[in-house]
Every structure is written in C-alpha cells, then in structure tokens.
C-alpha cells in the first residue's frame, strides 16, 4: 500500500496550491481520507477529512479556506487550499484510515512566503 501525495511548493502569501493523494494497492474510496499537517516544531495536526460518503471535516483555522474533495475513478483526493498564510506552511500528509487500520504517506512541503 502506498499513498503518494504531491503538489507543495513554494507559495506566496494569498496564492492557492492544490494537493494531491494517489493510492496504490490500495481502494481509497472505502477509507476516510485525511490530510495532516506538521510545522517545524509542532505536532501533526489535521487539516480535514472525508469520509466514503462524502461528508468533510475541517479544522476550524482552515474550514473557510480549504477544500479537501475526492475523485474516485482516479483514486485521489486533493485539498485545495487558497488565501494561504505563512502559518500554513508545513510538511502536509494524507491518511487512510479504516476501523483500525491506517496508513499514511510521505510529506509533501508547502512553504508560503509573506
């Protein structure tokens, strides 16, 4: 199983990135999917997530300026993330999460500069 996420970069404050998660050996629309985020110093947190129905849930320091959706027939979810902040930058990882079962991908890093 594995979870490949991309799309990070380097932003300037008040521009848009959108970030992608593609499973491999792995369904992901029978899992919740979550992206975290984790800043130099910080623990990991979560952005939002998604569940198989469909049904998201945001942190609330994100919730006006984040979207997280998922695209089935490609496997992916994506966060579409605007109006960032230089607070916003972190390493950000998807997670699949079933019952007890969990996985996680590698970090892709988002810098937004101000």
């Known amino acids: 199983v594995q979870l490949q996420a991309s799309g990070g970069g380097l932003v300037q404050a008040g521009g848009s990135l959108r970030l992608s998660c593609v499973g491999s050996?792995?369904?992901?629309?029978?899992?919740?999917m979550g992206w975290y985020r984790q800043a130099p110093g910080k623990q990991r947190e979560l952005v939002a997530n998604?569940?198989?129905?469909?049904?998201?849930n945001y942190a609330d320091s994100m919730k006006d300026r984040f979207m997280i959706s998922r695209d089935n027939s490609k496997n992916t979810v994506y966060l579409q993330m605007n109006s960032l902040k230089p607070e916003d930058t972190a390493d950000y990882y998807c997670?699949?999460?079933?019952?007890?079962?969990?996985?996680w991908g590698k970090g892709t890093l988002v810098t937004v500069s101000s």
């Open positions: 050996k792995i369904i992901l629309s029978r899992y919740t």
């Open positions: 998604i569940d198989g129905g469909g049904a998201t």
């Open positions: 997670n699949a999460c079933l019952m007890r079962t969990t996985y």
